[in-house]
C-alpha cells in the first residue's frame, strides 16, 4: 500500500510561485507514474501533470504547460510540481496520485493511490 503525503500549499498572489511536494511511502517509488491533479470547489478533479517512472515521460494540461513544472527525485521518493505565473484560475486543492504502469496516465480513474491533498489559493 503506497501512502502519499502532499506539502507546499498556501496562499500567494497572483504572478507568484509555489513548489509542492509529495512523500511517498509504502511502494517502491521506480514502480510508479505519479501526477498531480486539483479540484477546485464546485467542480471535477482535473488532470495538471505527470510524469512516467523515470520522468523521460512528462505531461501536462494545457492550461498549465509552459507554467507548471513536474520532477520526481527516485532517491527521495518525493514527486515535485513548480508552480510559476500563477493565476486565480490555478486556485484549488491539489492532489498527488501514483499508479504501478509504465505509461504515463491523464485521467483520475487511471490512479489507484492518492494524497490527501493541499490547498492552493491565488489572490488576484
Known amino acids: 500500500q503506497v501512502q502519499l503525503v502532499e506539502s507546499g500549499g498556501g496562499f500567494v498572489q497572483a504572478g507568484g510561485s509555489l513548489s509542492l511536494s509529495c512523500a511517498a511511502s509504502g511502494g517502491t517509488f521506480t514502480n510508479y507514474a505519479m501526477a498531480w491533479f486539483r479540484q477546485a470547489p464546485g467542480k471535477e478533479r482535473e488532470f495538471v501533470a505527470a510524469?512516467?517512472?523515470?520522468?523521460?515521460?512528462?505531461s501536462y494540461s494545457e492550461s498549465v504547460k509552459g507554467r507548471f513544472t513536474i520532477s520526481r527525485d527516485n532517491a527521495e521518493n518525493t514527486v515535485y510540481l513548480q508552480m510559476n505565473s500563477l493565476t486565480p484560475e490555478d486556485t484549488a486543492i491539489y492532489y498527488c496520485?501514483?499508479?504501478?504502469?509504465?505509461?504515463?496516465?491523464?485521467?483520475?480513474?487511471?490512479?489507484?493511490?492518492w494524497g490527501q491533498g493541499t490547498q492552493v489559493t491565488v489572490s488576484s
Open positions: 496520485a501514483a499508479v504501478s504502469t509504465a505509461r504515463t496516465p491523464t485521467r483520475p480513474d487511471d490512479y489507484d493511490y
Open positions: 510524469s512516467s517512472r523515470s520522468s523521460r515521460g512528462r
